[in-house]
């Protein structure tokens, strides 16, 4: 696999607001991999994501991808949103399936990492086979990443603001202006920049 890092490589992204969130995950993936009697080097044997990072993850000492949490969720068996939010996990009342369950990106868990601002949306609705969410893509160029991102599964965005590109592993380059799309296969590495004059946000939708 073709590698992205550089010297060149600006430091993190350490927001106040953004901190807080990183501990609230922290210790929902804690609570969650307790309740499942795992060790956190069993996770990480069962997940692939190196123990130490799982460590830093629960202490909310880092941000990772969404590769690396939809890699922990699988080895959970647990949906990803209930990383981000413990509604995500409530059975629903007398086993009854909602119909519809509404977002507001005010009320959404969020999760601000180096290169993207995550809002998980629709994190209520059990048994989801789609994870929607809101991004904001925060970067600029290759070299802010360590490598392409991949994960099992299929991948929609759609620009809402600004100007996004896509890189995959493959060489392809795929450009796209507000209001357009693109739909993928997310096991091919990729990463999304930003390449308007502001921030892009993007709804993104990925599904195993």
Same mark, same amino acid.
């Given at each position: 696999?073709p590698?992205?890092? %550089? ?10 607001a953004? =901190? $807080? ?8 993936l ?11 080097? /069993? ?10 990072t799982?460590?830093?993850? +629960? =202490?909310?000492?880092?941000?990772v991808?969404? +590769?690396?949490?939809? /890699?922990?969720?699988?080895a959970?068996?647990?949906d ?5 939010? $413990?509604?995500?996990?409530?059975? $629903?009342?007398a086993?009854?399936? $909602? @119909? ?7 009320a959404?868990?969020?999760y ?7 809002r ?10 789609? %994870? ?10 290759? /070299? ?14 759609? @620009?809402l ?7 995959f592993?493959?060489? +392809?380059v795929?450009?796209?202006a507000?209001?357009?799309?693109a ?10 920049l ?8 993007v709804?993104?939708?990925m599904?195993e």
């Open positions: 696999m590698k992205l890092r %550089t010297t060149s490589r600006p430091p993190a992204r350490t927001t106040a953004a =901190l $807080p969130d990183r501990e609230r995950v922290g210790e929902r804690r609570a969650i991999r307790k309740r499942h009697g795992l060790t956190l080097g /069993a996770l990480s044997a069962r997940s692939g994501v190196a123990l130490s799982l460590s830093k993850i +629960e =202490l909310g000492q880092i941000s991808s969404y +590769e690396k949490f939809a /890699a922990v969720a699988r959970l068996d647990v990803i949103a209930s990383l981000f939010d $413990p509604l995500a996990e409530a059975a $629903p009342a086993g009854r399936r $909602p @119909v519809v369950v509404r977002t507001t990106l005010d959404a868990p969020r601000d990492a180096e290169n993207y601002d995550y998980m949306l629709a994190t209520g609705f059990p048994a989801k086979r789609m %994870t929607p969410l809101h991004g904001i893509v925060v970067a600029r160029q290759m /070299a802010q990443f360590p490598g392409y991102i991949r994960h099992p599964g299929q991948e929609f965005v759609m @620009v603001s600004g100007r996004v590109r896509i890189h592993e493959t060489g +392809e795929v450009d796209l507000r209001q357009e799309s739909y993928f296969d997310s096991g091919v590495g990729h990463v999304y930003s390449t308007g004059k502001a921030d892009a946000r709804v993104v939708v599904t």
